[in-house]
T-cell receptor, first 111, second 116 residues
Framework: GEDVEQSLFLSVREGDSSVINCTYT??????LYWYKQEPGAGLQLLTYIFSNMDMKQDQRLTVLLNKKDKHLSLRIADTQTGDSAIYFC???????????WGAGTKLIIKP | DAMVIQNPRYQVTQFGKPVTLSCSQT?????MYWYQQKSSQAPKLLFH???????NEADTPDNFQSRRPNTSFCFLDIRSPGLGDAAMYLC???????????????FGPGTRLTVL
C-alpha cells in the first residue's frame, strides 16, 4: 500500500537551516503537504506543493520535490526556537483525496 | 477569520461514560473528518463525511459514532470510553475540487480526551 516515511528526530542549532526529509511511494500523488504541530496543539498547515512543481518558496520555508525519487524536503532557514515542533509530511492521490501521513519529525533546537 | 473550532479543548470522562466532542467550521467545506492522535503519532482517520455521506474507516471501533446535522457542525460520540481511547481528537475540513488547494485539509485545535 501507499507509504510515507520520515526520520523521527532532527536536531539543529538556532540560526542554522533545518532540512526535514520525506519519501513516499504513491506515484500518483497529486498534492504533498507539510503540517506543523506544536505540543498540545492541532495541526497547522505550513505549505503544500502540487506534484507538477519541483520547488516552492514561502518566506523562510522552501519545499523541494524530486518526483523521480519520490522525495520531498522542507527547508527552514534561520531556525528559531519557535520552530520547535513535530513536522508531518502527507500526500494525497488522484484516486483518493484522503491524506497518507508520515510518522512526523520532531525538530529540536539547540541554543 | 474562517476557521475550524473544536469544543471543548479538554474533556475528562470516566471509564464507560459516554462523551460527545464537537466541531464547527466557517469555511463552508463539504468534507469533515475526525482523527484520533496518540502521543504525537501521525493522526489516524476514524471517519469522514462527504456532504451527508458518512464514510467509516474499516478499523474504526463501533464504540465511535459521528453525526453531522448540517454543513457547519460535526460531532464525535464515544459510547463507552475505555482507557485506550484517551487521545487527542482532531477535526478537519476540506473542499475536494479540481485546481489548487482542492484537497487541503484544515484542522481545528483538537480536543484532548482523558479517561479516568
Amino acid at each position: 500500500g501507499e507509504d510515507v516515511e520520515q526520520s523521527l528526530f532532527l536536531s539543529v542549532r538556532e540560526g542554522d537551516s533545518s532540512v526535514i526529509n520525506c519519501t513516499y511511494t504513491d506515484s500518483s500523488s497529486t498534492y504533498l503537504y507539510w503540517y506543523k504541530q506544536e505540543p498540545g496543539a492541532g495541526l497547522q498547515l505550513l505549505t503544500y506543493i502540487f506534484s507538477n512543481m519541483d520547488m516552492k518558496q514561502d518566506q523562510r520555508l522552501t519545499v523541494l520535490l524530486n518526483k523521480k525519487d519520490k522525495h520531498l524536503s522542507l527547508r527552514i532557514a534561520d531556525t528559531q526556537t519557535g520552530d520547535s515542533a513535530i513536522y508531518f509530511c502527507a500526500e494525497t492521490s488522484d484516486s483518493n483525496y484522503q491524506l497518507i501521513w508520515g510518522a512526523g519529525t520532531k525538530l529540536i533546537i539547540k541554543p | 477569520d474562517a476557521m475550524v473550532i473544536q469544543n471543548p479543548r479538554y474533556q475528562v470522562t470516566q471509564f464507560g461514560k459516554p462523551v460527545t466532542l464537537s466541531c464547527s467550521q466557517t469555511l463552508n467545506h463539504n468534507v469533515m473528518y475526525w482523527y484520533q492522535q496518540k502521543s504525537s503519532q501521525a493522526p489516524k482517520l476514524l471517519f469522514h463525511y462527504y456532504d451527508k455521506d458518512f464514510n467509516n474507516e474499516a478499523d474504526t471501533p463501533d464504540n465511535f459514532q459521528s453525526r453531522r446535522p448540517n454543513t457547519s457542525f460535526c460531532f464525535l460520540d464515544i459510547r463507552s470510553p475505555g482507557l485506550g481511547d484517551a487521545a487527542m481528537y482532531l477535526c478537519a475540513t476540506s473542499r475536494p475540487q479540481a485546481g489548487a488547494d482542492g484537497d487541503t485539509q484544515y484542522f481545528g485545535p483538537g480536543t484532548r480526551l482523558t479517561v479516568l
